[in-house]
């Protein structure tokens, strides 16, 4: 199937799947139908648009229920960056009164970090906290960082680039217990926001168990369509549009809704929902068997994040010994796709800041490569990526000590 995708006389094996999953047969299946005869506004007061909603809420019950919240409190827009930013500078700028100061992590995605820097320039006060080696914050970090004025606390679920797990239960509990001892209730400030693109497909979440107000994932993560995600809105927490235009989402983001994308959305959690606990289990033993047999050829290869607390497909390599672009490449060129970082982040100058964070060199960072699985890998094609992986390090290392 991915031989039409990219290209038409190559096996390909594709390994990105923390940038973007395939649409999935049977999503694609779902969404035809809307495709070709959902042409509706589902605005319309007449019966194509009063179908169009229905649709629409149907498929706002289907994602509500994948985190255990109401559907009331699930606002549809284009990507997890529309979402992040939603969230972010939406809550920021709504509670300014309240205060000023905000707290985020120093390995967050792009789309969290700029819209921080943004604040800033607006005159928010921002912590940026470090990480331990793993790439993880803890609940007493968040704890000692918070101030009186502290009015919105960010966290990543799972890192996109190296796919440590954060303690967000522990995080979560913590600031309930911080606002139950000052009085400011259930809805109280800080509000406690995830990025949780990365984390969705894997991780069986329960919003009301994390202690979260504000929470984003992305259709194209989950083998859905892309242009599709949510942002989870705690019922009483306010936060601002940051696009103007029409009442739609509840006034938080005007615009005409993707009635087949957002049902091509739905179909995917329903999916992911049913299947995601077996699959799982499967990327788990061919994600251990790579990093073993790599390691085993080559000690010199690092493994970055949580050797536990981490998803279950992904996997990222630091090779101090070879240039990552230039082994992307040569992997490419065999028929492989994975990346050096997030792909959003991919025409960056500088080291990739998630692996810099966790205190690795300059060239240790430049030498990282990211490998994630899904649901369409085998494990063919993984007997067959270990053996050309560590080939084309070793050319590349003696290709390296020639000049």
């Not at 705690?234 to 957002?262: F, Y």
């Amino acid at each position: 199937m991915f031989g039409i995708i990219f290209k038409p006389n190559m096996k390909r094996v594709y390994l990105d799947y923390a940038a973007a999953t395939p649409l999935d047969p049977r999503v694609k299946k779902i969404m035809n139908e809307y495709l070709v005869n959902g042409a509706a506004n589902p605005s319309g007061l007449y019966e194509e648009g009063r179908e169009a909603k229905k649709a629409l809420e149907e498929a706002r019950k289907t994602v509500a229920a994948f985190i255990g919240v109401k559907p009331s409190e699930i606002v549809f827009t284009s990507s997890t960056t529309e979402s992040n930013n939603l969230a972010i500078l939406g809550a920021a700028r709504a509670n300014k009164s309240r205060g000023k100061h905000l707290i985020t992590t120093a390995v967050e995605h792009v789309s969290v970090l700029n819209p921080f820097k943004q604040l800033e320039r607006e005159g928010f006060e921002v912590t940026y906290l470090l990480v331990d080696e793993y790439g993880r914050v803890t609940a007493e970090q968040i704890k000692q960082a918070i101030k009186p004025d502290t009015i919105l606390v960010s966290v990543i679920f799972a890192s996109n680039e190296i796919g440590t797990l954060n303690p967000i239960k522990e995080i979560g509990r913590g600031i309930k217990t911080l606002r139950q001892a000052q009085g400011k209730g259930v809805n109280g400030l800080p509000i406690f926001f995830s990025d949780a693109a990365q984390a969705a497909p894997h991780v069986k979440i329960n919003v009301d168990n994390l202690g979260l107000d504000l929470m984003s994932f992305s259709s194209s993560k989950i083998y859905g369509p892309k242009g599709a995600a949510a942002l989870y809105v705690k019922h009483g927490v306010k936060i601002d549009p940051v696009m103007l235009g029409g009442s739609q989402e509840n006034g938080l983001r005007p615009g005409t809704q993707d009635v087949a994308g957002i049902t091509g959305f739905a179909e995917a959690i329903r999916i992911t929902s049913q299947e995601r606990e077996t699959e799982d289990a499967r990327l788990l033993v061919l994600r251990d068997r790579i990093i073993k047999e790599v390691q085993s050829a080559l000690p010199e290869v690092l493994l970055n994040g949580h050797p536990q607390e981490r998803l279950a497909n992904n996997i990222s390599f630091s090779i101090p010994t070879v240039k990552a672009e230039e082994l992307v490449t040569a992997l490419d060129l065999a028929g492989f796709a994975l990346s050096t970082r997030s792909a959003c982040d991919a025409q960056n100058p500088t080291p990739p800041h998630v692996i810099k964070a966790i205190g690795h060199s300059d060239e240790e960072a430049w030498g990282t490569v990211r490998i994630t699985l899904g649901r369409f890998t085998t494990e063919e094609d993984i007997n067959i990526f270990i053996k050309t992986f560590i080939s084309k390090i070793n050319q590349l290392k003696k290709h390296a000590q020639t000049y």
